[in-house]
Nanobody
Framework: VQLQASGGGLVQPGGSLRLSCAAS????????MAWYHQAPGKQRELVAT???????NYADSVRGRFTISRDNAKNAVYLQMNSLKPEDTAVYYC?????????????????WGQGTQVTVSS
């Protein structure tokens, strides 16, 4: 499973950005998708998650400002980020948990996409 993230950029405080991440590959079924961020010198932190059934969870720091959503048909996840603050500046990564099959066996794994830079600055 490959994850391709996009949508980062430079935005002023109070502005908005929408991140997208699409999963591709063969013989897989997405269980959950999530967004993490990692600021310089800090550990990677969970931002939001969404299950295949649509249940969501948010970090306290973004609840009420960010919205995670997904398109199951496209195996895609989105992060609408509003009221952005300078402290939201980070590299944002998408992650997916999925069942996979190679014809002989099945398993469950976590996958990471490449990061996309979000910079909030005036």
């Amino acid at each position: 499973v490959q994850l391709q993230a996009s949508g980062g950029g430079l935005v002023q405080p109070g502005g908005s950005l929408r991140l997208s991440c699409a999963a591709s590959g063969t013989r897989f079924e997405i269980i959950y998708m999530a967004w993490y961020h990692q600021a310089p010198g800090k550990q990677r932190e969970l931002v939001a998650t969404i299950t295949s059934g649509g249940s969501t969870n948010y970090a306290d720091s973004v609840r009420g400002r960010f919205t995670i959503s997904r398109d199951n048909a496209k195996n895609a996840v989105y992060l609408q980020m509003n009221s952005l603050k300078p402290e939201d500046t980070a590299v944002y990564y998408c992650k997916a948990g999925a069942y996979w099959s190679d014809g002989d066996s099945v398993g469950k794994s976590d996958y990471w996409g490449q990061g996309t830079q979000v910079t909030v600055s005036s």
